[in-house]
């Protein structure tokens, strides 16, 4: 069903444009490898954060002195080493073969990079939460949850191919603002500042939200004793 929703609002949104916006500068190719920042930011995480319930390590670590959210910057770091090695190989391969140019999009990239991968881990936070309280039968949420975002992102095309109820949603998700800036860059040549702001802020909101749910839901489990039992 996302898959149809994704495509069917391309297809939309091509039938509809008179110009060239759709395939300006590599836009198609440049909202893939931003995509993959943006999944390989919260999936990172999310694995590192699996990788220590699968080791039976995590009631150690939280039992200890350690502090929640010196946790949470280790796993974040452990999200950017796997992000880099993940998104090389992938970036590589679209300059080789595709003629991507990196630097068409200038020094928004990094404004881009880091306003994503802070999207992937709130919600990378949240899932983790999650899994602490209920178990690994949350597990499934890590793999699949990005993918609920993707129709509304607007990844391939821009927000006005969506239906005007959808926009709403569209536009409470940082990375609405992302791809809109990214293809202001590719097909007028400008850093949408206005944008970035917008998207910066709604990290601001979402990361404050995912970091008081993440102690809730870790308080919650450490109160039902769940902790202890992770990973059996």
Same mark, same amino acid.
């Given at each position: 069903?996302?898959?149809?929703?994704?495509?069917?609002?391309?297809? #939309?949104?091509? #039938?509809?444009?008179?110009? !060239? %916006?759709?395939?300006?500068?590599?836009?198609?190719?440049?909202?893939? &490898?931003?995509?993959?920042?943006? /999944?390989r930011g919260?999936?990172?995480?999310?694995?590192?954060?699996?990788?220590?319930?699968?080791?039976?390590?995590?009631?150690?670590?939280?039992?200890?002195?350690?502090?929640?959210?010196?946790?949470?910057?280790?796993?974040?770091?452990?999200?950017?080493? !796997? &992000?880099?090695?993940?998104?090389?190989?992938?970036?590589?391969?679209?300059?080789?073969?595709?003629?991507?140019?990196?630097?068409?999009?200038?020094? +928004?990239?990094?404004? /881009?990079?880091?306003?994503?991968?802070?999207?992937?881990?709130?919600?990378?936070?949240?899932?983790?939460?999650?899994?602490?309280?209920?178990?690994?039968?949350?597990?499934?949420?890590?793999? %699949?949850?990005?993918?609920?975002?993707?129709?509304?992102?607007? @990844?391939?095309?821009?927000?006005?191919?969506?239906?005007?109820? &959808?926009?709403?949603?569209?536009l409470?998700l940082?990375?609405?603002? @992302? /791809?809109?800036?990214? !293809?202001?860059?590719?097909?007028?040549? @400008?850093?949408? %500042?206005?944008?970035?702001?917008?998207?910066?802020?709604?990290?601001?909101?979402?990361?404050?939200?995912?970091?008081w749910?993440?102690? !809730?839901?870790?308080?919650?489990?450490?109160?039902?004793?769940?902790?202890?039992?992770? +990973?059996?």
């Amino acid at each position: 069903m996302l898959n149809l929703m994704t495509w069917g609002f391309l297809q #939309n949104y091509a #039938n509809a444009s008179s110009n !060239r %916006t759709l395939f300006v500068g590599g836009a198609l190719v440049s909202g893939l &490898l931003l995509w993959e920042v943006l /999944f390989r930011g919260q999936i990172g995480f999310s694995m590192s954060f699996l990788e220590e319930i699968w080791s039976r390590n995590l009631g150690n670590l939280l039992m200890s002195p350690l502090r929640p959210m010196e946790f949470v910057a280790a796993l974040m770091i452990m999200s950017l080493a !796997r &992000l880099f090695v993940g998104l090389l190989p992938t970036t590589i391969l679209a300059v080789a073969f595709f003629g991507f140019d990196l630097a068409g999009l200038g020094i +928004g990239l990094v404004a /881009f990079f880091a306003l994503l991968v802070i999207t992937g881990w709130a919600v990378g936070l949240v899932v983790a939460g999650l899994i602490l309280r209920h178990g690994l039968g949350a597990e499934s949420l890590a793999w %699949t949850i990005m993918f609920v975002f993707w129709p509304l992102c607007c @990844v391939y095309y821009p927000l006005s191919a969506l239906p005007v109820w &959808l926009k709403p949603f569209a536009l409470a998700l940082p990375p609405t603002y @992302v /791809f809109e800036g990214m !293809r202001a860059v590719l097909a007028e040549g @400008v850093l949408r %500042t206005d944008l970035l702001a917008a998207a910066a802020g709604l990290n601001v909101i979402w990361f404050v939200v995912a970091s008081w749910a993440f102690v !809730r839901l870790l308080n919650s489990a450490r109160a039902a004793g769940s902790l202890l039992s992770s +990973g059996e």
